[in-house]
């Protein structure tokens, strides 16, 4: 499985609220970067263990572990 590695929490102006969002950065193995938002990340799994999303930057699926968190 395909690993992500956590870099740091930004904080950004959602575009359709005005109010503010807390996003934690991964890095993805193919190079690129990423962001979810951390409420979600925070309310959908447990603290003792590494999520497991849909891989955001592969277009034929797939699942990535978030490690670092």
Not at 32 to 51: H, I, K, N, R
């Amino acid at each position: 499985m395909k690993k992500a590695m956590f870099v740091k929490e930004i904080v950004v102006e959602d575009p359709d609220t005005g109010g503010l969002v807390e996003l934690d950065v991964f890095k993805h193995p193919n190079g690129g970067m990423f962001a979810v938002d951390a409420s979600y990340l925070d309310l959908t799994f447990d603290d003792d263990e590494d999520p497991i999303i849909q891989d955001p930057l592969n277009d034929i699926g797939g699942n990535i572990k978030l490690l670092g968190l």
